[in-house]
């Protein structure tokens, strides 16, 4: 078991296999290190509101409502979930954090400034990963019928985000083109060199 927690973040495009390499990276993480798997939006209230009545429901809020309740559940799922964790010295894995915000509503519009300020008390992650995978692939893996066009652009919109936060320096860019396998090898590489840094 490490001293001190890590909290790490895996984010990517829908389909870009990101929810399975969190998943696979926490199972790996758990027997030397504790680890846990979590994602957002969260098992709260405001995270299962958020899956229920705009993920999957008819019609979606303006952009900036739905980025401020990302960041109100941002908020319940670091206090409630991340941070005890953390305090037990455990490993936790998240499936998607602020980087998800900024990429989906800033690709939408939204001041990436402005939605940094409403998740200024977001947890700063110790590594967030970025599973790169094309956006044309992406969409034939979810298997889209209508909107593809538009689905397309948007998704590329959002990745042109990620990849500028991969050349600041926030994220990893992980290849996700590669077979499952070969992802997940990279991936714990990549965590495993920064739990050696940590001692």
Do not use: C
């Given at each position: ?53 705009i ?112 050349e ?16 997940a ?15």
């Amino acid at each position: 078991m490490v001293k001190k927690g890590a909290f790490i973040v895996v984010e990517g495009l829908d389909g870009s296999g990101k929810t399975t390499q969190a998943k696979l990276l926490a199972a790996k993480l758990e027997k030397n290190y504790g680890a846990v798997y979590t994602a957002e939006p969260s098992r709260g209230k405001i995270g299962m509101f958020i899956r229920n009545r705009i993920l999957y429901g008819e019609s979606r809020p303006p952009t900036a409502l739905e980025a401020l309740l990302f960041a109100a559940d941002r908020i319940d799922h670091i206090q409630n979930e991340v941070s005890p964790e953390l305090e037990k010295g455990r490993l936790v894995v998240s499936d998607r954090y602020l980087y998800s915000s900024l990429a989906y509503q800033g690709s939408a519009g939204l001041s990436l400034d402005w939605i940094r300020a409403v998740n200024v008390h977001a947890l700063k992650p110790d590594l967030a990963l970025f599973v790169d995978v094309a956006p044309e692939v992406v969409l034939k893996r979810l298997k889209r019928k209508k909107s593809v066009m538009e689905d397309l652009e948007t998704q590329r919109k959002v990745r042109e985000v990620y990849l500028k936060f991969v050349e600041d320096g926030e994220l990893s860019r992980i290849e996700g083109d590669k077979s499952k396998n070969a992802v997940a090898e990279e991936v714990l590489k990549t965590v495993e060199a920064l739990l050696k840094t940590r001692g």
